[in-house]
């Protein structure tokens, strides 16, 4: 009998020592899961607002392209009296349309851009044209081919620049057409 009995005294000694392990541990294991699921909550904090930041910055991206060519259609289109010399020279009939833009077509070839065009746009004459703007900070191609496909090869005059047969845009201060300043 004292077997048994010392038996089942070890026995709940046994079960005792299990709980109050337990009781001991538990708190432990809670704390560590706490901070180890905090942590991961603060790191998919921080990756989500560099995944904000990034997207941000792309569509600041795309919203400042989109402002440098509205910007670029309007330097050109402030550059107008070329275009209502175009205009007034295609409405009064001293210019040819069919010639005028098969030569503009021809230039804007030359120069490289997909498409060159001549647009009226709630009264104010505009260039479309593309590429959108070359990487020196104004519309240098758009311009020249449209001076071109006007005054005619070789009939531009260009202060302050290199002249010939391509007129380097890059470093011209003044290009003037039929008297007009284009810069």
């Known amino acids: 009998m004292s077997r048994s009995s010392g038996g089942r005294r070890w026995g709940i000694r046994a079960r005792?020592?299990?709980?109050?392990?337990l009781l001991v541990v538990l708190p432990y294991t809670v704390a560590i899961v706490a901070i180890l699921g905090a942590v991961t909550q603060h790191f998919r904090e921080i990756a989500q607002r560099r995944l904000l930041a990034v997207e941000r910055t792309i569509s600041e991206t795309f919203r400042e392209w989109e402002e440098e060519l509205k910007g670029t259609l309007e330097t050109i289109a402030y550059r107008s009296p070329l275009l209502e010399e175009i205009a007034r020279a295609l409405g009064e009939g001293v210019l040819d349309p069919g010639a005028?833009?098969?030569?503009?077509?021809?230039?804007?070839?030359?120069?490289?851009l997909d498409h060159l065009e001549v647009l009226?746009?709630?009264?104010?004459?505009v260039v479309a044209y593309g590429p959108a703007r070359d990487r020196f900070g104004f519309p240098d191609r758009p311009t020249?081919?449209?001076?071109?496909a006007f005054a005619g090869e070789g009939r531009f005059v260009v202060e302050g620049?290199?002249?010939g047969d391509r007129l380097d845009f890059?470093?011209?201060?003044?290009?003037?057409?039929a008297g007009h300043d284009l810069i």
């Open 161 to 163: 620049g290199e002249g």
């Open 100 to 112: 005028f833009f098969a030569r503009m077509e021809r230039t804007a070839q030359s120069y490289d």
């Open 170 to 177: 890059r470093v011209a201060r003044r290009v003037r057409v």
């Open 144 to 148: 020249l081919a449209l001076v071109e």
């Open 16 to 21: 005792l020592l299990w709980v109050t392990s």
């Open 120 to 125: 009226e746009r709630d009264g104010t004459i």
